[in-house]
């Protein structure tokens, strides 16, 4: 009797014993695969980002910038360069103008507690432009030797903006680009 009651409770251990082992299984399968999923849809949105030039970062401003509807501040063409000014916005880079084959020193300005995670460095990737930006004067210095808009944005190409290089930088067409100095 008394053996009897012994494996009874052996057995009894055992259940117990199975049962959180395959409970403890199933929840860590439940939490392995909620991990695989979460980290699979991430890629995927990461990919849709790379595709479209869209995505979650957070900049606030992440659609596509038509050239045509920004504002310009145009370069002062000094004696062998040309300087341009802009002022960093929080969620916005100023497009500039400048002329073609004369070397562009682009001013970007930042006053405090402007940058953040997003518009504290800059690429334009015409001239091969990476620069992280700092409070105060950024200056970027680079020549263009071909007229065009090309456009340069924040680190990660959420914040879009453009340069536009010019033939002749006192015969701007103002009704296609708006000039603001
Ligand atoms: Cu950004």
């Known amino acids: 009797m008394k053996t009897l009651k012994k494996i009874k409770q052996i057995n009894w251990s055992v259940v117990t014993i199975a049962v959180t082992i395959v409970i403890s ?10 991990n695989n999923s979460y ?8 990919s849709t980002d790379n595709d479209s030039e869209v995505g979650g970062c957070g900049c606030g401003n992440n659609s596509t910038v038509n050239s045509k509807d920004l504002e310009y501040k ?6 062998n360069y040309q300087i341009v000014e802009i002022e960093v916005q929080s969620s916005s880079f100023g497009a500039i103008i400048v002329q073609k084959d004369i070397p562009v020193k682009f001013n970007l300005k930042v006053k405090q507690n402007i940058l953040n995670g997003c518009n504290n460095a800059i690429i334009i990737p015409k001239f091969n432009i990476e620069k992280d930006l700092k409070e105060g004067n950024n200056v970027v210095e680079f020549t263009p030797s071909e007229t065009g808009e090309f456009q340069y944005s924040c680190w990660m190409r959420m914040l879009k903006s453009y340069i536009v290089v010019v033939d002749d930088i006192n015969n701007i067409d103002e009704s296609i680009y708006k000039i603001i100095n």
Do not use: C, L, W
């Not at 299984?25 to 909620?34: A, L, Q």
């Not at 980290?39 to 990461?46: A, G, P, R």
């Open 25 to 34: 299984m199933s929840i860590i399968s439940m939490v392995f695969s909620d």
């Open 39 to 46: 980290s699979s849809s991430k890629v995927e949105q990461n």
């Open 74 to 79: 145009k370069a002062t063409v000094e004696n």
